[in-house]
């Protein structure tokens, strides 16, 4: 059985920090690209991050770059997002998923974890 399942959120004062973790179970996830989501009320959900297989290579939207950095570590199949600098504006169910190398898509879903970060 394949999982993904976020921790970490919470609710955050703007300007502060938090760390979500996702961790993987049911297959290996080292030759997955992973990558961070999130949904605010009422908006599309957006992609947030990611990071390659390789785990060299990352990516970020613009409204996040310079605030959060998205690491994993393969042997413990979890991938992290340290999100500083929070704004309410970041106020979400943050998701994580895996895209396998093969895949041209997000085939693994979390269930979300929510940040709310008040002003």
């Known amino acids: 059985h394949v999982q993904l399942v976020e921790s970490g959120g919470g609710l955050v004062q703007a300007g502060g920090s938090l760390r979500l973790s996702c961790a993987a179970s049911?297959?290996?996830?080292?030759?997955?690209?992973m990558g961070w989501f999130r949904q605010a009320p009422g908006k599309e959900r957006e992609f947030v991050a990611r990071i390659n297989r390789s785990n060299i290579a990352t990516y970020y939207a613009d409204s996040v770059k310079g605030r959060f950095t998205i690491s994993r570590d393969s042997a413990k199949n979890t991938v992290y997002l340290q999100m500083n600098s929070l704004k309410p504006e970041d106020t979400a169910v943050y998701y994580c998923a895996a895209r396998p190398a093969a895949s041209a898509e997000y085939v693994y879903w979390g269930q979300g974890t929510q940040v709310t970060v008040s002003s």
């Open positions: 049911g297959r290996t996830f080292s030759n997955d690209h």
